[in-house]
Nanobody
Framework: QVQLVESGGGLVQVGGSLRLSCAVS????????MGWFRQAPGMEREFVAA????????YYAKSVKGRFTISRDNAKNTVYLQMNSLKPEDTAVYYC???????????????????WGQGTQVTVSS
C-alpha cells in the first residue's frame, strides 16, 4: 500500500513563494517517478511537474517553467514543489502522484499515475 500526504499549502500574495511537500509511505518510493498536478474549481486536473526516480530528469508544464522547481529526497521518501513568483492563476488544489510503471521516462497524463494524495490548497491573492 502506497500512501501520499501533501503539506505546505496556504494563502500567499502575488509574487510570493510556497514549498509543498509530499511524504510517501512504502519501501519502493525511490523507484517511482513522481508528479505534481493541480486542479482549480471547475477545471480539469492538470499536470504541473514530474521527476524521475533519481532526480536527474525533470519535466514542467509551460505555465510553471522557470517559476516552479520539483525535487525529491529519497532518503526521506519525500518530493517537493518549490513555487516562486506565484500568480492568481496558480490558485488550485495541488496533488502529488506516483507513477509505478518504471518506464524510464516522464509522463504528464493524469491517468499515467497510480497513486494520489488528498491534495493541499494553494491560494494566491492579488
Amino acid at each position: 500500500q502506497v500512501q501520499l500526504v501533501e503539506s505546505g499549502g496556504g494563502l500567499v500574495q502575488v509574487g510570493g513563494s510556497l514549498r509543498l511537500s509530499c511524504a510517501v509511505s512504502g519501501r519502493t518510493f525511490s523507484s517511482y517517478a513522481m508528479g505534481w498536478f493541480r486542479q482549480a474549481p471547475g477545471m480539469e486536473r492538470e499536470f504541473v511537474a514530474a521527476i524521475n526516480w533519481s532526480g536527474d530528469s525533470l519535466y514542467y508544464a509551460k505555465s510553471v517553467k522557470g517559476r516552479f522547481t520539483i525535487s525529491r529526497d529519497n532518503a526521506k521518501n519525500t518530493v517537493y514543489l518549490q513555487m516562486n513568483s506565484l500568480k492568481p492563476e496558480d490558485t488550485a488544489v495541488y496533488y502529488c502522484a506516483a507513477d509505478g510503471s518504471r518506464l524510464g521516462y516522464l509522463r504528464p497524463g493524469r491517468h499515467d499515475y497510480d497513486y494520489w494524495g488528498q491534495g493541499t490548497q494553494v491560494t494566491v491573492s492579488s
